[in-house]
């Protein structure tokens, strides 16, 4: 099984600086290099710099990176969202529009003969 884990990314929703814009473009051309070449994304906690799921509303700034995250969901990839210090309001939206699977501390699996344990750590 081909197993990415990602963490920390921090993808601003506030108005960026050329630092924060430099790092949103590097995420989102890993992303896109992504596509067809994991089985399972597992996204580590704190991939948004602060992620808050209201009734109606998807924070504009994070459209880019939802898009990619749809994109390689619909290419096979598997998506699970460990919650991190910074994402952790999640309704509904990333799981009923997306197909990402939440995960509030920890996420386990066994692949490969091997046991895994993934979690984002900011509580230990």
Not at 8 to 34: G, I, M
């Amino acid at each position: 099984m081909r197993i990415c884990v990602i963490s920390d990314l921090h993808f601003k929703y506030v108005t960026p600086t050329a630092e924060d814009r430099e790092n949103a473009n590097l995420v989102l051309s890993f992303l896109e290099q992504a596509k067809g070449n994991y089985d399972l994304m597992i996204l580590n906690g704190d991939i948004f710099d602060l992620w808050y799921d209201w009734e109606f509303t998807v924070i504009k700034q994070y459209f880019p990176l939802l898009v990619k995250l749809h994109e390689l969901k619909a290419g096979g990839c598997r998506l699970v969202h460990i919650s991190g210090n910074h994402d952790f309001w999640f309704g509904n939206f990333l799981p009923d529009y997306l197909g990402i699977e939440l995960h509030a501390e920890h996420f386990s699996l066994e692949a490969d003969t091997k046991k895994i344990y993934v979690c984002h750590g900011d509580t230990y």
